[in-house]
């Protein structure tokens, strides 16, 4: 596909745009569209504002959003092919509404006329330089910015002639839906590569496949425990309360940030506050230690960790989850969320209860222990209750080293097929930006027929988890105004 510049080109007279083809006019915006100020219509199917699927129905997020349950009359009428300008706009653009329906009054609601084509638009005003142009329209300093109308529509846009509205969109929809299924492949294969990581972990954590000899054990007794069945007839089961040299609670609480997957640990100060699913935004540092007592002292004492200890997350949606802390350079404790496990150095190897931890965490063995809860804690006793498979500690040291060469090997996979990705994604990106601005001329670029083939987007673009909800409980708080 040969990818050139216009013929000619004049300037734009606009800063984030540069130049643009000679025969594109610039128009405000203000004539452009007409702001859709429409209320009073109860009926209508409630829409949520994303950021990767435009406006739809709040049905499709099932529980993720909050249904304003009051007021409805005072939302506003969105109606297909109309834009919405959400919260989020200044960090994402502009939402093309795909469905009828009412949406917050905290948003504004944009009818294109008959000089722009929704689909050439819809591309614009997603576009990096756009989205530029968003930010310097900005009002208020909260996480949720208003953009301010009165001065969006004072600002001019590029717009091609209508035909070359309408080739540009085609060209961009079938570009984005070819690189929307190369990214869903290629997320499907790091989805497969994490699959065949676990299944590697789990056969050899459990006994189900001899490391050795790359066959399954000859005799298996029953383990006695639901999640685990049957294990080697030589090994063992334990529960952790008999394999550690200590766990302890932690003394360090404090206000918690953002949930996280794996283990953490965060200098402040001098001391770190080791975490396992989540990263403190408290002050804790080491030399305040000495304004308090010595009990208190003795406390955090006992939360003391080092490098070898296994950090267990214990609350949120993570709990279970844990992680090996490096060798640290300087004293460190575990912070209020997270459990701290020693083990017995004679008889187990940190790195493989890390790894029969993770499998027992993907074999739900920790429901057993904090039943079914909205709110799930795994407590000191909890832990100390689960059992886990133990061989000998040379079999573990041989188990975890053939976990471990196996694992880089598709690490390595993993990393390049997510380096393929981001690289995709940039592309898309600087694609976008050049054909709506007129950098790249496409009206010669032959498209083939693409009836029939999935072009949507859902996986090309991870959307912020609970973004839904945030926009609609900044949106209620307007109407509340």
């Known amino acids: 596909m040969n990818l050139k510049p216009y013929p000619e080109y004049k300037d734009s007279g606009v800063a984030w745009l540069g130049k643009v ?28 504002a994303t950021q990767t699927k435009g406006v739809v129905p709040k049905t499709h997020y099932e529980n993720r959003t909050v249904i304003a349950q009051k007021d409805i009359h005072l939302l506003k009428l969105v109606k297909k092919g109309d834009f919405v300008i959400s919260l989020r706009s200044f960090q994402g653009g502009i939402e093309l509404a795909h469905y009828q329906g009412i ?24 576009s990096k330089l756009f989205i530029k142009l968003l930010t310097t329209c900005v009002t208020g300093i909260r996480e949720g910015q208003n953009i301010d109308y009165e001065i969006l ?8 002639t209508k035909e070359e509205q309408t080739v540009i969109a085609r060209f961009l929809d079938y570009k984005t839906a070819q690189i929307a299924r190369f990214i869903k492949a290629k997320r499907r294969m790091i989805e497969l590569l994490k699959e065949q990581k676990q299944v590697i972990i789990n056969d050899a954590v459990t006994g189900k496949i001899d490391v050795a000899t790359g066959k399954p054990y000859p005799k298996y007794k029953d383990s006695g425990v639901k999640w685990l069945g049957q294990v080697p007839e030589g090994w063992e089961v334990r529960k952790i309360k008999y394999i550690k040299s200590n766990t302890h609670n932690s003394f360090v609480d404090g206000p918690f940030g953002s949930s996280l997957k794996s283990i953490h640990y965060v200098q402040n100060g001098d001391v770190y506050i080791v975490e396992s699913g989540f990263i ?11 304004t308090i007592t010595n009990e208190h002292f003795a406390s955090i004492k006992r939360s003391e960790c080092k490098g070898g200890d296994i950090i267990i997350a214990k609350i949120g949606a993570y709990y279970g989850m844990s992680g ?25 190897s940190a790195e493989y209860i890390h790894n029969a931890l993770l499998v027992a965490k993907n074999k739900s063995a920790f429901k057993f222990i904090v039943g079914e809860t909205a709110q799930p804690a795994l407590s000191l006793g909890g832990i100390n209750r689960i059992c886990l498979p133990l061989p000998s500690k040379k079999e573990q040291i041989e188990i975890t080293n053939v976990i471990k060469n196996k694992s880089h090997i598709m690490d390595i996979a993993i990393s390049r097929t997510e380096r393929e990705i981001a690289l995709i994604q940039e592309y898309r990106t600087r694609l ?7 950098k790249i001329d496409v009206r010669d670029i032959k498209i083939p027929d693409t009836t029939g083939i999935d072009d949507t987007l859902d996986e090309s673009i991870e959307e912020p988890e609970g973004e839904e909800e945030l926009e609609t409980e900044e949106a209620e708080e307007w109407i509340r105004r």
């Open 21 to 48: 083809p000679r025969h594109w006019e610039m128009r405000k915006t203000k004539y452009l569209f007409k702001e859709r100020v429409q209320k009073g219509f109860p009926n209508e199917p409630l829409l949520a």
């Open 103 to 126: 949406i917050s009054p905290a948003y504004t609601i944009m009818n294109p006329n008959k000089e722009i084509s929704g689909g050439y638009f819809k591309h614009l005003a997603k």
């Open 153 to 160: 529509k004072r600002n001019r846009l590029p717009i091609p």
């Open 280 to 290: 403190t935004r408290g002050q804790f540092i080491w030399k305040d230690f000495k």
């Open 324 to 348: 090996i802390l490096p060798k640290l350079d300087k004293k460190a404790v575990v912070s209020g969320n997270s459990l701290k496990l020693t083990v017995n150095y004679t008889i187990c």
């Open 432 to 438: 976008i930006s050049d054909v709506v601005t007129g």
